[in-house]
């Protein structure tokens, strides 16, 4: 990870939430830079950290997903490899 990549995440979400509407969108619409990518960032982080440090962003987690499955639908599509385990690359934005 780089320095302040967990910051970067979560500014992500922060800006998403903000948005009206269900639509979730970020500020930039590449890969890399999706706020699917930025959840990514967040496991990464989570598997790393001390634990005090773990539990504290696993709250924050907690929050962002519950957000993030309330503003999208499940994918019916079909599972790619490169999604195992990432259950947040298997919703859909609504437009």
């Given at each position: 990870?780089?320095?302040?990549?967990?910051?970067?995440?979560?500014?992500?979400?922060?800006?998403?939430?903000?948005?009206?509407g269900r639509y979730?969108?970020?500020?930039?619409?590449?890969?890399?830079?999706?706020?699917?990518?930025?959840?990514?960032?967040?496991?990464?982080?989570?598997?790393?950290?001390?634990?005090?440090?773990?539990?504290?962003?696993g709250r924050l987690?907690?929050?962002?997903?519950?957000?993030?499955?309330?503003?999208?639908?499940?994918?019916?599509?079909?599972?790619?490899?490169?999604?195992?385990?990432?259950?947040?690359?298997?919703?859909?934005?609504?437009?």
């Open positions: 990870m780089w320095p302040n990549a967990v910051a970067d995440a979560l500014s992500r979400f922060e800006w998403a939430f903000k948005q009206p979730l969108t970020g500020p930039y619409e590449s890969p890399g830079i999706e706020i699917e990518d930025g959840r990514d960032d967040l496991e990464v982080a989570l598997q790393h950290l001390p634990r005090g440090a773990r539990a504290d962003l987690v907690e929050r962002i997903d519950a957000e993030f499955e309330r503003r999208t639908l499940p994918d019916p599509g079909p599972m790619h490899n490169w999604t195992a385990g990432r259950w947040w690359w298997w919703r859909i934005r609504e437009r």
